[in-house]
């Protein structure tokens, strides 16, 4: 799937990429979103490591609270959106000090 972010998009992506560290992420991320949403995005997070250590929907619906219709997009784009799950998958795998979810 073509996605065409707008410049405004482009923007907040380029910053994202200037982020040093880990607290810095959490302090902008804190500052740019809701606690609910940074909550989401870590749910969303944790289904594709569960999705990608071969965990069964019910047990990621009930550990999580995600909808199995999130599961599924979730998986879809795992599968077949681009690439960004599994770049930071393989990346994760390759760097010791990030915490890995364990199902």
Known sequence: MKY??????????????????????MNFLRDLLTEPEIK?????????????????????EKETGMSSTTIARVQKWLTNGMSGYTTMLKRINNTPSIHHSST
């Open 4 to 25: 065409s972010p707008s410049l405004i998009e482009k923007d907040l992506f380029k910053v994202i990429t200037l982020l040093e560290d880990e607290k810095e992420a």
């Open 40 to 60: 989401e995005f870590a749910n969303r997070w944790r289904v594709v490591q569960m999705l990608h250590n071969k965990t069964a929907y019910k047990t990621i």
